[in-house]
């Protein structure tokens, strides 16, 4: 397997030029856009809240303990001692840090020391030139005694924001149960059905330049304050995280000069992403406020997408107009959007396109014959035919690779890579597969085929049926319905996002019957049947309902995957 890109780095020189870039880069950002900054500012009001966090909570030793015990073992060269060896003797030193943690959530004040970072520049694609810094990307290491803070304070304030419901329902970035699968299931669930519909859609895929490099501070303490309902001490807390941090590059022995970070939430800090999800809290009004456009959101990739039927082409402006709004917004809170990475991809019959592209005026110059989304190629019929191509070529370079360590690895240790480099390749976003053609389905089959011959050391001519049986392997398309019937388990469960749980919808007879407790759910009507049993929101009811009162009666999501693989497995095999 090739080895991962150096970094350029050989000397404390070329740290400091990764210093200055990164610098200068937030700063090019920032001075391109409004200039006006303070509370408030390049925001309309937030809607009224309540106090709903004045004061943190002290924590209590053990569940300080246990709280360190599930945090990853990562060290940074600021810590004092590795992070392994402090949470050895952490029943030890453990009062110690409680007394650091309470003060300072008591007193709102954070220790200077914790507002330290050393960044890593990290390479933002494998395909990139090492040799230009445009490439990297700056990650934070935090010393390992304030990421302890930082998760104390995620963790009340998380309990806070989901109990008065103000995180935006329809971003999906660093929430609980939310993933980029969610999020690409939603939206291509919608899509689907607007074609079922008879409706033509367009989505519009955006992205932000350096986007948690260049929230300014001012406006976030605004948005923690109006917008959420933070006050008090607790305020101050956070104040205090913003006020006089500093970062320095790191690489190997060479370090750079140290920095002030004067905007910003750290990347690879604990509330850094939860800070910056916050800060685009406005965002989803304005949104809102334009009623044939929908939106998801993943961190900072914002997806908008418009349906309408044929002869309405004209609301596609609405899309123009929603897009030059966001603009507006974003230009006065020191966000900006990356031309170079806005895409628009089109699922319409042949016979509308002329008309779509002649109303999407100057955003037609953005058109795509597919689009990268999420980690998915999109194209305009939702086939994934080119997604599937690039998987079954990325597989088998994984496989060939995988298969020269052969010889000096152990079938453990061999299962193991094969997971790793194959079997997470194959189940990532498979939820999204029902679209799927039986020729795809099979190209995929073929990859887990070639894997399972490999880890066997049988030949390829052997019979499979027997291999996938021994190694208890799912096939690829009962893999896909496992993924969804799991969703499904979640989204009744109150354990999946609200996007996702809006789609299944429990059946309610007009009249008694026996099927009233047999905890069925409805199935939506669709006008095309080829194209609707391709959305989840039919495709997961169906494979509910197919499954026996026992199994959609258990009472936690492990016992269930573990019976319904069993299920899977003998319908698979029979």
């Known amino acids: 397997m090739p080895s991962p890109p150096?970094?350029?780095?050989?000397?404390?020189?070329?740290?400091?030029?990764?210093?200055?870039?990164?610098?200068?880069?937030?700063?090019?950002?920032?001075?391109?856009?409004?200039?006006?900054?303070?509370?408030?500012?390049?925001?309309?009001p937030g809607p009224p809240r309540p106090v709903i966090l004045d004061t943190f909570s002290p924590v209590s030793l053990p569940e300080l303990v246990r709280l360190v015990g599930t945090m990853k073992s990562s060290s940074c060269s600021l810590d004092t001692l590795p992070t392994s060896l402090l949470k050895d003797v952490f029943q030890s030193i453990g009062p110690c840090v409680l007394s650091i943690m309470n003060s300072s959530l008591l007193s709102g004040q954070?220790?200077?020391?914790?507002?330290?970072?050393?960044?890593?520049?990290?390479?933002?694609?494998p395909g990139l030139d090492p040799s230009l810094l445009s490439s990297f990307r700056p990650i934070s290491n935090l010393p390992f005694m304030s990421k302890i803070l930082e998760k104390v304070v995620a963790k009340q304030l998380t309990a806070a924001l989901d109990s008065h419901g103000i995180f935006d329902h329809f971003q999906s970035g660093f929430g609980r149960a939310h993933s980029t699968e969610t999020a690409l299931l939603r939206v291509t669930n919608d899509i689907l059905m607007q074609s079922d519909a008879g409706k033509c859609s367009?989505?519009?895929?955006?992205?932000?330049?350096?986007?948690?490099?260049?929230?300014?501070?001012?406006?976030?303490?605004?948005?923690?304050?109006?917008?959420?309902?933070v006050s008090g001490s607790a305020l101050n807390w956070f104040s205090s995280y913003l006020t006089g941090r500093s970062f320095s590059?790191?690489?190997?022995?060479?370090?750079?000069?140290?920095?002030?970070?004067?905007?910003?939430?750290?990347?690879?800090?604990?509330?850094?992403?939860?800070?910056?999800?916050?800060?685009?809290?406005?965002?989803?009004?304005?949104?809102?406020?334009?009623?044939?456009?929908?939106?998801?959101?993943?961190?900072?990739?914002?997806?908008?997408?418009?349906?309408?039927?044929?002869?309405?082409?004209?609301?596609?402006?609405t899309l123009q107009k929603c897009l030059d709004s966001v603009k507006s917004w974003m230009n006065h809170n020191f966000l900006q959007l990356n031309e170079a990475k806005t895409e628009v991809l089109v699922c319409a019959p042949d016979s509308c396109l002329a008309k779509i592209i002649h109303e999407l005026g100057p955003l037609a110059s953005f058109i795509k014959p597919s689009v990268r989304n999420l980690g998915v190629t999109l194209d305009p019929v939702l086939s994934l035919d080119s997604h599937v191509g690039s998987l079954v070529r990325s597989c088998f370079y994984h496989l060939k690779n995988i298969a020269k360590l052969s010889p000096v690895v152990s079938r453990s240790?061999?299962?193991?890579?094969?997971?790793s480099f194959i079997s997470s390749r194959l189940d990532y976003c498979n939820s999204i597969f029902t679209c799927l053609s039986k020729k795809s389905l099979e190209r995929l089959q073929v990859v887990q085929n070639a894997a399972a011959r490999l880890l066997t050391k049988s030949s390829k001519f052997s019979h499979i049926t027997p291999l996938l049986m021994q190694l208890h392997w799912l096939p690829i398309h009962y893999r896909v319905h496992f993924k969804i019937l799991v969703l499904t388990y979640r989204a009744l469960n109150d354990q999946a996002p609200v996007y996702i749980k809006d789609?299944?919808?429990?059946?309610?007879?007009?009249?008694?019957?026996?099927?009233?407790?047999?905890?069925?759910?409805?199935?939506k009507r669709t006008r095309l049947k080829t194209k609707g049993d391709r959305a989840f929101a039919t495709v997961a009811p169906s494979l509910w309902n197919s499954l026996p009162l026992s199994l959609r009666s258990v009472d936690s999501v492990f016992s269930f995957k573990k019976q319904l693989k069993t299920y899977l497995f003998k319908i698979a095999f029979s």
Not at 112 to 117: I, L
């Open 6 to 44: 150096a970094v350029p780095i050989h000397s404390n020189d070329d740290c400091e030029k990764f210093l200055s870039f990164f610098i200068e880069k937030v700063r090019s950002v920032r001075s391109s856009l409004c200039h006006t900054a303070g509370p408030g500012s390049g925001s309309f």
């Open 110 to 125: 954070v220790p200077e020391h914790f507002k330290e970072a050393v960044v890593l520049p990290l390479l933002k694609k």
């Open 202 to 229: 367009v989505l519009l895929l955006l992205d932000l330049t350096a986007a948690f490099d260049t929230v300014d501070h001012y406006t976030l303490l605004d948005r923690l304050k109006n917008w959420v309902g």
């Open 249 to 317: 590059v790191v690489f190997s022995k060479f370090k750079s000069s140290s920095a002030p970070l004067t905007s910003g939430v750290p990347q690879g800090s604990v509330l850094g992403p939860l800070l910056f999800v916050l800060y685009l809290l406005p965002l989803q009004h304005i949104l809102s406020s334009f009623n044939d456009i929908s939106y998801h959101f993943y961190a900072d990739d914002i997806q908008l997408y418009v349906s309408f039927k044929p002869q309405d082409v004209f609301k596609i402006q």
């Open 413 to 419: 240790e061999m299962e193991m890579l094969i997971h």
């Open 503 to 523: 789609l299944v919808q429990p059946y309610t007879p007009s009249r008694s019957l026996r099927s009233c407790d047999q905890g069925l759910l409805a199935v």
